[in-house]
């Protein structure tokens, strides 16, 4: 079982910047591609940035030129630093490491809470 840990969640004013970390307990090369998503109250949970093992990225329009998502191989992290943010960036993040033909398997972290007060 795949262990995925997030943090670095927390409250954050309107135009702050956040930076929020995956830890796996596996090497990321172990899967296809590791992702962000996130569950705003009441919506269901989406995918806003992706990065392949080959290294591309890609971004929901919601997030483009605001978001960015890294990784350190090394140290088995993926990041996603989010910056001008807003109040409807407010969710919980998940953590998410795919693998399989179109990403059929899925595991996921916890969550960590955004909140971005206006």
């Known amino acids: 079982q795949v262990q995925l840990v997030e943090s670095g969640g927390g409250l954050v004013q309107a135009g702050g910047s956040l930076r929020l970390s995956c830890v796996a307990d596996?090497?990321?090369?172990?899967?296809?591609?590791m992702a962000w998503y996130r569950q705003a109250p009441g919506k269901q949970r989406d995918l806003i940035a992706r990065?392949?093992?080959?290294?591309?990225?890609n971004y929901v329009d919601s997030v483009k030129g605001r978001f960015t998502i890294s990784r350190d191989v090394a140290k088995k992290t993926v990041y996603l630093q989010m910056s001008s943010l807003k109040p409807e960036d407010t969710a919980v993040y998940y953590c998410?490491?795919?693998?399989?033909?179109?990403?059929?398997?899925?595991?996921w972290g916890k969550g960590t809470l955004v909140t971005v007060s206006s």
């Open positions: 596996t090497s990321l090369f172990s899967f296809n591609a």
């Open positions: 998410n490491a795919a693998d399989g033909p179109g990403y059929a398997l899925n595991y």
């Open positions: 990065i392949t093992s080959g290294g591309s990225t």
